[in-house]
């Protein structure tokens, strides 16, 4: 697989990654053999990057993680810390990120975390400066090799870039979140900065897997979370809406190239931006892992290709998200 720079970290990742968000909770069951059986498909093809979180199944995920780097050793984890607490600003302290990140450690079982994300914050926190001392304090105390970010909108993504200790921001980016092609990804390119594109299959919908009668599990965010009803709504089918993501994936089928799947044709579209480090889709069993990880052996699309992919969004999505993140 190909390999890029993980921003300031200096880590050489291969280009397609694995979240882990659906081994811990929130999209359905999957027992704990089904994740260990995906993270070593993922592993297998290629992947050297896995990005997890604390609240994830409330370390559910890091344990499985955990287990997989005792067999496994040599991945780069990322995890993230700060959404199991009350989300307000002043829960950004040294004292609690030290907590939180020796849980996270103990949870996957090592000395210093690859990298530590604060986990989508409250907008305050991005300019507040103690906030970004207390994570240099980590660094230097050896908890965490590397910190980022992960970021909601364009606007918390270019403050963070600005800071000189912030290594990496993980963002929303796939074919119905354009917007941070115009700043983000040339700001974070020029400041070296690693850029993590997650939810790069728009919650599944750029799958092409799902209809108009798809019913999710009542445990799923896709189905508790359409309105924002358990967290920010962009994290759930990128903040569009189901009808009109469906339209728009019968006109993006058009433009897979043959013997791709709809899923590769949407992770090879982030693979060929400029200025992109890892994509994390998700996977809950091997085969989508592995089919994951081969979007990154197909050629970049063509260019007509994504002036197609800009045109569609334009006409359906731009109206819904592009203002809001």
């Known amino acids: 697989m190909e390999q890029r720079v993980l921003g300031r970290t200096g880590r050489q990742v291969g280009v397609v990654g694995l979240g882990a968000w659906q081994l811990g909770a929130d999209w359905g069951e999957v027992s704990e053999a089904d994740a260990m059986a995906t993270l070593d498909a993922a592993v297998d093809a290629g992947t050297t990057f896995i990005d997890t979180a604390d609240v994830y199944g409330d370390g559910r995920s890091e344990k499985i993680i955990g287990k997989l780097l005792k067999e496994r050793p040599g991945l780069t984890v990322a995890t993230k810390m700060g959404r199991r607490v009350q989300q307000t600003p002043d829960v950004y302290t040294l004292d609690n990120f030290r907590a939180w990140t020796d849980?996270?450690?103990?949870?996957?079982?090592?000395?210093?975390?690859?990298?530590?994300?604060?986990?989508c914050p409250p907008s305050a926190v991005?300019?507040?400066?103690?906030?970004?001392?207390?994570?240099?304090?980590?660094?230097?105390?050896?908890?965490?090799?590397?910190?980022g970010v992960s970021v909601e909108t364009v606007s918390e993504a270019l403050t963070a870039i600005a800071r000189p200790g912030v290594a990496t921001v993980q963002i929303i980016l796939n074919a119905f979140r354009l917007?941070?092609?115009?700043?983000?990804?040339?700001?974070?390119?020029?400041?070296?900065?690693?850029?993590?594109?997650?939810?790069?299959?728009?919650?599944?919908?750029?799958?092409g897997r799902y209809g108009p009668q798809t019913v999710f599990a009542e445990d799923d965010h896709r189905n508790f979370n359409r309105q924002g009803e358990a967290f920010d709504v962009g994290e759930t089918f990128s903040g569009?809406?189901?009808?009109?993501?469906?339209?728009?994936?019968?006109?993006?089928?058009?433009?897979?190239?043959?013997?791709?799947?709809?899923?590769?044709?949407?992770?090879?579209?982030?693979?060929?931006q400029p200025g992109v480090s890892v994509v994390i889709p998700g996977a809950?069993?091997?085969?989508?892992?592995?089919?994951?990880?081969?979007?990154?052996?197909?050629?970049?699309?063509?260019?007509?290709?994504?002036?197609?992919?800009?045109?569609?969004?334009d006409d359906l999505i731009r109206p819904q998200v592009h203002h809001r993140w």
Do not use: C
Request: a negative charge; proline letters at 5%.
């Open 103 to 119: 849980r996270s450690r103990a949870n996957l079982g090592v000395d210093t975390l690859d990298l530590v994300q604060l986990h």
């Open 284 to 313: 809950r069993n091997p085969n989508q892992a592995e089919a994951n990880a081969a979007a990154a052996r197909f050629p970049a699309l063509p260019a007509e290709t994504h002036d197609a992919v800009r045109g569609i969004y």
């Open 240 to 272: 569009v809406e189901y009808g009109v993501g469906l339209q728009a994936v019968d006109r993006l089928r058009d433009l897979v190239p043959e013997g791709m799947t709809m899923a590769q044709f949407a992770l090879r579209w982030i693979i060929d």
């Open 179 to 207: 917007k941070p092609l115009d700043e983000v990804l040339p700001a974070a390119e020029k400041a070296g900065v690693g850029i993590i594109a997650r939810v790069p299959l728009a919650s599944g919908l750029l799958s």
């Open 126 to 147: 991005f300019d507040t400066d103690e906030v970004f001392d207390a994570l240099d304090t980590l660094v230097s105390e050896g908890r965490v090799a590397a910190y």
